[in-house]
């Protein structure tokens, strides 16, 4: 496998757990309740397909998956599951602090959180990831991978990676919201409404701005 084409399958194998650290957009606010008539109109939900009609997937051949999942071991990859419980806890906890007293918050994340990992258990990540990953390699593919990180160079790349990846994706934001405020500007002659709505020339973009995440890069050794 040529260097080049290893960096970016680098890129792509350790970027699945970022996934759970990377921020998003808060919960969406439930919406108001519909007057009677709004409910009437409301389009009736489309059916869910039947999911006995769905084809199993091939089996996988075992020491195939054996090797992806030391891969995904080695990579820290197949610790998705974890990391992404954690955050949606995180969510739902931002969510439900909106609306619920600060007494009974934590005895109702206790509960959730009991109740999700039993829902939707770590493992399961992990399980639906190696077909995945049984689709996009060859097992010499995956041989050849699990031989890379476990390289020198190979553990680097997942020690550092997640954190170049993470100022590149600030760095490309701060430069795409400037250029975008520019813009914006630019067209306030046009359309005085922006002059109301957009900071001081002199002022950086504000914090906070949204900014477009990449997903998913592994957690810190």
């Known amino acids: 496998m040529k260097f080049r084409n290893m960096l970016i399958v680098v890129g792509l194998c350790i970027a699945g757990p970022a996934l759970a650290k990377t921020p998003a957009s808060q919960l969406p606010q439930a919406p108001a309740p519909a007057s009677h008539h709004e409910s009437a109109a409301a389009p009736q939900p489309a059916p869910v397909a039947d999911q006995s009609a769905v084809p199993p997937s091939a089996k996988i051949n075992p020491e195939k ?3 992806i999942r030391h891969l995904m071991d080695i990579t820290q990859t197949s610790q998705l599951g974890d990391n992404m419980a954690t955050y949606i806890s995180g969510q739902v906890r931002t969510f439900m602090s909106r609306s619920m007293d600060p007494q009974t918050l934590p005895k109702f994340m206790d509960a959730f ?9 770590p493992q399961n990540i992990t399980k639906a990831m190696v077909p995945i990953y049984d689709r996009a390699f060859t097992q010499q593919e995956i041989q050849q991978l699990v031989q890379f990180y476990e390289s020198p160079l190979g553990q680097h790349v997942v020690k550092v990676l997640p954190q170049v990846l993470e100022e590149s994706q600030n760095t490309a934001a701060k430069i795409d919201q400037e250029a975008a405020l520019n813009v914006l500007r630019g067209m306030s002659s046009d359309y005085p409404q922006l002059k109301s709505i957009l900071p001081d020339s002199n002022q950086p973009a504000p914090e906070g701005a949204p900014a477009q995440q990449a997903p998913p890069a592994a957690p810190q050794q």
Do not use: D, G, I
């Not at 959180?113 to 258990?121: L, W």
């Open 113 to 121: 959180n009991q109740k999700f990992a039993v829902s939707a258990p």
């Open 65 to 67: 998956e054996a090797a």
